[in-house]
């Protein structure tokens, strides 16, 4: 199975701060990879789809990047309702898998 | 807009199995692959599997192997979810996600289904 390694596990910023999450995998796996925002007792929501591509609806301050093994989900200036947590998703393989999830708290 | 509808709380004691289940409103699963994760209390998210409905074909993590089925019926627009052997561990909300087979992400998700194994 693919490994994934998201980091930080968890932050604290500020409104208007920038934000940058970065995912990691054990092998390339192109730009097969997905990010989701989770709030508290809510499913999980799809962000970014294919690395780099913001899903309808989804406010333009996010922004994904990167490809083979690294990549980044980047918040531009944090809003109260980005408070969440968020997950990385590879979509390489059959057998999918999640990074273990970045909480973002408000300092 | 397609929706996910999963089945009700379950409380199950350790050793028996569960089944959950996760129908279409507002659409099919024609030319998709429903998955299935849970999320055991504070922690993150695992993936369980996933089917092809249209074919059956069904694919499991390693960590579940003989332990969980994955079916689906085309005709309602519903894929099930059937874990066995439960234990504590297995206590969780367990969610199932669409994905379209030359998408490969996961929307929309259904509500999530809070399983409980307690004696």
């Known amino acids: 199975d693919i490994q994934m390694t998201q980091s930080p596990s968890s932050l604290s910023a500020s409104v208007g701060d920038r934000v940058t999450i970065t995912c990691r995998t054990s092998?390339?796996?192109?730009?097969?990879l997905n990010w989701y925002q989770q709030k508290p007792g809510k499913a999980p929501e799809l962000l970014i789809y294919a690395a780099s591509n913001l899903q309808s609806g989804v406010p333009s301050r996010f922004s994904g990047s990167g490809s083979g093994t690294d990549f980044t989900l980047t918040i531009s200036r944090l809003q109260p309702e980005d408070f969440a947590t968020y997950y990385c998703?590879?979509?390489?393989?059959?057998?999918?898998?999640f990074g273990q999830g970045t909480k973002v708290e408000i300092k | 807009q397609v929706q996910l509808v999963q089945s009700g709380a379950a409380v199950r004691k350790p050793g028996s199995s569960v089944k959950v289940s996760c129908r279409a409103s507002?659409?099919?699963?024609?030319?998709?692959?429903i998955n299935w994760v849970r999320q055991a209390p504070g922690q993150g998210l695992e993936w369980m599997g996933n089917i092809i409905p249209i074919s059956g074909a069904a694919n499991y993590a390693q960590k579940f192997q003989g332990r969980v089925t994955i079916t689906a019926d085309e005709s309602t627009s519903t894929a099930y979810i059937e874990l066995s052997g439960l234990r504590s561990e297995d206590t969780a909300v367990y969610y199932c996600a669409r994905e379209r087979r030359d998408l490969n992400w996961f929307d929309p998700w259904g509500q999530g289904t809070l399983v409980t194994v307690s004696s």
């Open positions: 998703q590879q979509s390489y393989t059959t057998l999918r898998t």
């Open positions: 507002g659409g099919t699963f024609s030319n998709h692959v």
């Open positions: 092998q390339s796996i192109s730009s097969y």
